[in-house]
């Protein structure tokens, strides 16, 4: 089965309906490739028709997952261009998970032209409609046919792009969240810390579950005690503390075992701008409950370029379950969910080469 494309119909249609751009699903008509050996290195990276790829049955990127990618958006501005958000930071940690599982790391330009080629053909059907962005999928894998287990010889690199409405639907509903408290998403010294493809599919399961228990997400524990709150399986969280002028906003440390995203990285800045402090913290989920009953966390939210800053509602922990707040979306949460899409979408000022015009 072949993934539908957006194609010549679709453009210049009169603003698509963003609950019709799920996510994931709306594919462009073009992507850029490039593939690497060991004898030769990079060869030049080309923009083509989106199309299949051709793979043996034998690819150690399919067999061992040495396969490894980044996940960026670009927004229509408010003068009608378009701008990517951070991809020079997305450049990066795309060569430091490679970097990780051994692989070729890709040059910063070669990465930001594939970017340049690929939104300046393909974001015409991006209409300026703040519910949509253009999601661009950088990906990375051993292409080489080897059942040996060491580092292949071969690599190939694809960045596809499709249209989308948003993870969790456009609108600042509140999400639910079940805490994992046995399994673990990442281990220490492992790969929680990049994005490598093998992160993903070990969340399923959990998500299976968080869904018969009534909840959208999986909260992810750390990995040796099960006892203090990570991150989402694709998202970051941080945590309201206090109100009004006097609001914190703290999210958990780099722990290794979690993935730093450029969005919290973003929020740290935005929230400085609108005047709060921000910082990182270690909070155990009996103090993340106990906290939300005394009044002393007002909101949580989760963070990522999927997901945009998406306010978390209530939270299920086994037998017990609590709301956050009123279990609506609190006013930091929509204050830094606004400052985020205002810079993207270049109505705030840009706090310093984050938005790549194309
Ligand atoms: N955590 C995980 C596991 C992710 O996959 C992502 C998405 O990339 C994030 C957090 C958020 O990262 P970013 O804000 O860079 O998209
Ligand atoms: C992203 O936010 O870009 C992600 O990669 C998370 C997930 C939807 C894969």
Known sequence: MSAPVLGSAERGAVAPEPARYAFGEFFTEHMVTAAWTREEG?????????GSLSMDPAMVGLHYGQAVFEGLKAYRQADGATGVFRAHDHAERFQRSARRLA???????TFLRAVDELVASDAGPLPDDPALSLYLRPLLYASEP???????HQYQFVMIAFLTGGFFADRPDPVSVWINRDQSRAAPGGTGDIKCAGNYAPGYLAQQRAASAGCQQVIWLDPVEHNHVEEMGGMNLFFVHGSGSRARIVTPPRTGTL??????DSLFTLAARLGWRSGEERLSVDGWREACRSGAITEAFACGTAAGVTPIG?????????RIGDGGPGPVTLALRSALTDVQRGRAADPGGWIRRV
């Open 259 to 264: 993935l730093p995203g450029i969005t919290r």
């Open 103 to 109: 692989m070729p790391e890709l040059p910063t330009d």
């Open 146 to 152: 080897l059942l040996a287990l060491r580092p292949a």
């Open 314 to 322: 209530t939270v299920h922990d086994g037998t017990t379950s609590w």
């Open 42 to 50: 990079w060869h030049p990276a080309y923009l083509r028709p989106r």
